[in-house]
């Protein structure tokens, strides 16, 4: 990801928009005791006016770097190791778990691992529809290969709420979270090709 040319197209006026995810989503997380007794190791560092909760889950606001195609992620405070989850029905579309290198700056951007569902194509009738009408989730700072264990490939078919990965600090990171995005194709009119979406949780 070069972050320079995230940094100038954010202006676009094209991703200040505030459309939806058009389906409500399942967490990407499960809320239990052990994560509650979590929160406040998880939150140390993170200045106050960033923390935010999510449904049950803390979160935090990553200013600088939620931004253009990225405005509406979400990063969930949870540790190291825990389960993620498909948010919604769809179809394994890129799975990238192959990196274990983390850092505090955006040099590190390339080492993320990640996990992509594509949704729309399983509502058949927008199959053959415009890209406007495909939708995306995504998953990012994953442990290495942590796809295997739930025996998820690309192309499978995933329920929501099935588990996929498990996270892990890779990429451009310096706390553990999962960094959570819904999106949508922007029909060719940015230079990312994807439009934020707000996410709609059940
Ligand atoms: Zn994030």
């Known amino acids: 990801m070069n972050y320079e040319l995230l940094l100038k197209e954010a202006a676009n006026p094209l991703y200040a928009s505030e459309r939806e995810y058009p389906y409500p989503l399942v967490y990407p997380i499960r809320d239990s005791a052990e994560l509650r007794l979590m929160i406040p190791i998880l939150a140390t560092g993170v200045p106050n006016e960033e923390l935010f909760l999510q449904g049950p889950f803390l979160c935090c606001q990553s200013p600088s770097t939620h931004i253009g195609p990225f405005r509406h992620a ?3 405070l949870v540790p190291n190791g825990t389960i993620v989850y ?7 579309e890129t799975i990238r ?4 290198r983390w850092g505090p700056t955006s040099e590190y951007a390339d080492d993320l691992n990640y996990i992509t569902l594509a949704h729309t194509t399983w509502r058949t009738h927008h199959y053959f529809g415009p890209l406007e009408y495909h939708y995306w989730t995504q998953y990012c700072h994953l442990a290495k290969d942590s796809e295997r264990e739930f025996g998820i490939m690309v192309s499978d078919r995933v329920k929501a709420g099935q588990p996929i990965a498990r996270t892990g600090k890779t990429g451009w990171i310096d706390r553990d979270h999962l960094h959570f995005l819904t999106f949508m194709s922007d029909g060719g009119r940015g230079k990312f090709g994807v ?3 707000r996410p709609r949780f059940k």
Request: net charge negative; charged share 30%.
């Open 74 to 76: 979400i990063d969930f």
């Open 195 to 197: 439009i934020s979406l």
């Open 86 to 92: 498909a948010s919604d029905e769809g179809r394994v």
């Open 97 to 100: 778990t192959a990196s274990d």
